[in-house]
């Protein structure tokens, strides 16, 4: 699916099950939920952390998905094509840097 896709289908759903959307505050508040729940599981599989048996079960995916659906929810209320920001955001990376990583010794 594309990311144009991906935002009205998040729409979609908001509006035939979820009522409404969270306001942006809100929304902004549970975004740095679904990150920190992503930051728990990177930190225990990948970090020096250890599992809990809890944490065992916990789906990196699934997390991944909830932060891109609150992005999704943010971009539709705020009137953002993601799509197209995403666009130019990779043009301007592209310009910007390069060469710069290339060139980085600490890459080497």
Known sequence: MTIQEAQRRVDDWIKTYGVRYFNELTNMAVLT???GEVARIIARRYGEQ???PS???LDLGDEL???MWVVMCL???TGV???AALERNIAKKTCRDANRH????KLK
Not at 102 to 105: G, Y
């Open 33 to 35: 939920e679904e990150v």
């Open 50 to 52: 250890s599992c809990k």
């Open 55 to 57: 944490d065992e079960k």
């Open 65 to 67: 998905a909830d932060v």
């Open 75 to 77: 971009a539709n209320q």
């Open 81 to 83: 094509d993601l799509e």
């Open 102 to 105: 290339k060139e980085n010794k």
